[in-house]
């Protein structure tokens, strides 16, 4: 293994550490160091300041994208118009764009759905469809309610499976408190913390046995529950937070999947469990619309000196059905969408192509960026750098150098650009590690390209968004967006007018037990749900 110095870089407000094999995280040189110099900014640095801040079309964007085209599940009409208005939106600025089939997915489209429960009282239920569920075709089904039992082994689930016949099921863990643990641990006594916490630890425990007992898994137990004649799937996938639920994908190809809040659920099972049988009445209209394209909006701004070299701006376009997908991943669509709309207006002619990738089928796998990495050898060859945002609202926090050794320099110098006001609080890690997986830009890590996830502050996204019911407009925090619009924009203002392409030495990893460089994986190009 070859062996670097530790190498320590102060640039922009950004504390830089870099030693191979190991991963540093940097602190603010303010912090450490006390105030820097004065800082003079590039006059194109200034303008796009200006026009980022004074001209911002954030808010425009993030209303037609968000609440307009709506959720952009793939395979969906939904997905569909976000392509459409992306490659309008950008022609609009004089940026030329077009999208892009990688595949086909299937295709369906969400109707209006009633989930009514209507013994022993009447309420309307707070729940939804999943996606891809199939529908009751628009007519009001209505059935009994039933928990699973405890089951001693697979041959007790066999023996009971009749039973369902006709009825829905529920398949979800009781959730005994829909407090979240941040509002316990403010107000409860300890020791009643630490109690609910046991008695939640049990009933998980046991319902995990329990599905064990069945012989199937929880993803393959609701095609078991519809062969056997059941109405319907209900499901609670509470997100630990008030309100909110994972919205993920149907179980079943026959009968509808909803999924209900904690609160109705627990309503529906403690009155299952007691011995007062509900009844809900489900009335779904969605339709199956067979297999559909699957398409990357691509755009570009093409370089005057190196029209055949790029820098890649990357986001994925495609989000779940909970909310309408505004912090995963509209946040990281727009942003990109505004430094394109920036660089085009101040940069016009950059000596590098700007390319735009708003990629499909980020949920299912990373499908729609491992296609292009696949289907475009030349530009991912000659590809300087890849700026990636995918997690959520907040103002970007950590940069990681992906494993590439010379990571800490070029980085360094394109940061050392940007207004310290945004990098003054930014952590780096060098030369960092390939991720396998997660967003777009691990697609280009694992072609040996240098592409760093630009990753931002919580704001409670894994709880509170990242693929809820509750990942809607009013989540945004605009201010943190311009900053990520600024910081991005620069960054991608320096890569592209660098003289040379940057050093690709990727870091010496252990093989073995799936460590190493992560290869280059096949996108899934035809599919259904997961």
Same mark, same amino acid.
């Given at each position: 293994?070859?062996?670097?110095?530790? &190498?320590?870089?102060?640039?922009?407000?950004?504390?830089?550490?870099?030693?191979?094999? *190991?991963?540093?995280?940097? &602190?603010?040189?303010?912090?450490?160091?006390?105030?820097?110099?004065?800082?003079?900014?590039?006059?194109?640095?200034?303008?796009?300041?200006?026009?980022?801040?004074?001209?911002?079309?954030?808010?425009?964007?993030?209303?037609?994208?968000?609440?307009?085209?709506?959720?952009?599940?793939?395979?969906?009409?939904?997905?569909?118009? /976000?392509?459409?208005? /992306?490659?309008?939106?950008?022609?609009?600025?004089?940026?030329?764009?077009?999208?892009?089939?990688? =595949?086909?997915?299937?295709?369906?489209?969400? %109707?209006?759905?009633?989930?009514?429960?209507?013994?022993?009282?009447?309420?309307? *239920? /707070?729940?939804?469809? *999943?996606?891809?569920?199939?529908? &009751?075709?628009?007519?009001?089904?209505?059935?009994?309610?039933?928990?699973?039992?405890?089951?001693?082994?697979?041959?007790?689930?066999?023996?009971?499976?009749?039973?369902?016949?006709?009825?829905?099921?529920?398949?979800?863990?009781?959730?005994?408190?829909?407090? #979240?643990?941040?509002?316990?641990?403010?107000?409860?006594?300890?020791?009643?913390?630490?109690?609910?916490?046991?008695?939640?630890?049990? *009933?998980?425990?046991?319902?995990?046995?329990?599905?064990?007992?069945?012989?199937?898994?929880?993803?393959?137990? #609701?095609?078991?529950?519809?062969?056997?004649?059941?109405?319907?799937?209900?499901?609670?996938?509470?997100?630990?937070?008030?309100? /909110?639920?994972?919205?993920?994908?149907?179980?079943?190809?026959?009968?509808?999947?909803?999924?209900?809040?904690?609160?109705?659920?627990?309503?529906?099972?403690?009155?299952?469990?007691?011995?007062?049988?509900?009844?809900?009445?489900?009335?779904?209209?969605? $339709?199956?619309?067979?297999?559909?394209?699957?398409? @990357?909006?691509?755009?570009?701004? $093409?370089?005057?000196?190196?029209?055949? !070299?790029?820098?890649?701006?990357?986001?994925?376009?495609?989000?779940? !059905?909970?909310?309408?997908?505004?912090?995963?991943?509209?946040?990281?669509?727009?942003?990109?969408?505004?430094?394109?709309?920036?660089?085009?207006?101040?940069? #016009?002619?950059?000596?590098?192509?700007?390319?735009?990738?708003?990629? =499909?089928? !980020?949920?299912?796998?990373?499908? =729609?960026?491992?296609?292009?990495?696949?289907? @475009?050898?030349?530009?991912?060859?000659?590809?300087?750098?890849?700026?990636?945002?995918?997690?959520?609202?907040?103002?970007?926090?950590?940069?990681?150098?992906? %494993?590439?050794?010379?990571?800490?320099?070029?980085?360094?110098?394109?940061?050392?650009?940007?207004?310290?006001?945004?990098?003054?609080?930014?952590?780096?890690?060098? #030369?960092?590690?390939?991720?396998?997986?997660?967003?777009?830009?691990?697609?280009?890590?694992?072609?040996?390209?240098?592409?760093?996830?630009?990753?931002?502050?919580?704001?409670?996204?894994?709880? @509170?968004?990242?693929?809820?019911?509750?990942?809607?407009?009013?989540?945004?925090?605009?201010?943190?967006?311009?900053?990520?619009?600024?910081?991005?924009?620069?960054?991608?203002?320096?890569?592209?007018?660098?003289?040379?392409?940057?050093?690709?030495?990727?870091?010496?990893?252990?093989?073995?037990?799936?460590?190493?460089?992560?290869?280059?994986?096949?996108?899934?190009?035809?599919?259904?749900?997961?």
């Amino acid at each position: 293994m070859k062996i670097f110095k530790q &190498t320590m870089l102060v640039k922009s407000g950004v504390r830089f550490i870099a030693m191979s094999g *190991l991963l540093l995280m940097g &602190t603010s040189v303010q912090a450490q160091f006390g105030r820097p110099a004065p800082q003079q900014l590039d006059p194109v640095v200034e303008q796009i300041v200006k026009e980022a801040n004074e001209n911002s079309q954030l808010e425009k964007l993030a209303f037609e994208l968000l609440d307009v085209v709506g959720p952009r599940l793939v395979g969906t009409p939904g997905m569909t118009k /976000a392509n459409e208005w /992306a490659v309008k939106t950008f022609e609009s600025w004089g940026i030329a764009a077009e999208n892009q089939q990688f =595949g086909e997915w299937k295709g369906w489209e969400r %109707g209006i759905s009633h989930i009514d429960m209507t013994y022993p009282r009447v309420k309307t *239920l /707070a729940g939804t469809q *999943l996606a891809w569920s199939p529908s &009751t075709k628009g007519k009001a089904v209505e059935g009994e309610v039933i928990i699973l039992p405890d089951f001693k082994d697979s041959s007790a689930f066999q023996a009971w499976l009749p039973q369902v016949k006709g009825k829905y099921v529920m398949v979800s863990m009781y959730q005994p408190t829909g407090r #979240p643990d941040h509002n316990w641990n403010e107000f409860a006594r300890p020791e009643t913390f630490e109690k609910m916490k046991a008695e939640r630890d049990e *009933l998980l425990k046991a319902y995990n046995d329990n599905i064990r007992a069945t012989g199937l898994s929880a993803n393959s137990l #609701p095609g078991k529950l519809e062969d056997a004649g059941a109405l319907g799937v209900l499901s609670s996938f509470w997100s630990r937070e008030f309100g /909110a639920n994972k919205i993920f994908g149907a179980r079943t190809q026959k009968v509808p999947s909803v999924d209900i809040s904690l609160e109705d659920y627990g309503i529906l099972y403690r009155l299952a469990k007691n011995g007062v049988t509900p009844k809900v009445r489900i009335e779904t209209s969605s $339709k199956d619309l067979g297999n559909v394209p699957s398409f @990357n909006t691509i755009a570009q701004i $093409k370089g005057s000196e190196k029209p055949d !070299e790029y820098v890649i701006l990357s986001a994925h376009l495609d989000s779940w !059905e909970g909310g309408s997908g505004a912090t995963d991943n509209g946040t990281g669509t727009i942003a990109m969408m505004e430094v394109a709309r920036v660089l085009k207006k101040i940069l #016009p002619n950059p000596k590098r192509t700007i390319l735009i990738g708003l990629w =499909g089928s !980020e949920e299912q796998g990373l499908n =729609g960026s491992r296609a292009f990495v696949l289907d @475009n050898p030349a530009v991912v060859e000659k590809t300087q750098a890849v700026f990636n945002l995918d997690n959520g609202t907040g103002r970007v926090a950590n940069i990681d150098g992906s %494993g590439f050794v010379h990571a800490y320099d070029f980085i360094g110098r394109w940061l050392n650009e940007v207004p310290r006001e945004i990098t003054k609080d930014i952590k780096t890690t060098f #030369p960092g590690s390939p991720g396998g997986g997660g967003s777009d830009h691990a697609s280009f890590v694992a072609a040996g390209v240098p592409a760093f996830m630009l990753s931002s502050l919580s704001w409670g996204y894994f709880t @509170n968004t990242w693929h809820t019911n509750l990942d809607t407009y009013d989540k945004l925090v605009f201010d943190d967006l311009r900053y990520n619009v600024i910081l991005a924009a620069v960054m991608t203002y320096m890569a592209a007018q660098e003289d040379e392409l940057v050093d690709r030495e990727r870091r010496v990893l252990p093989e073995g037990n799936g460590q190493g460089w992560p290869s280059i994986r096949q996108p899934r190009r035809t599919g259904v749900g997961y």
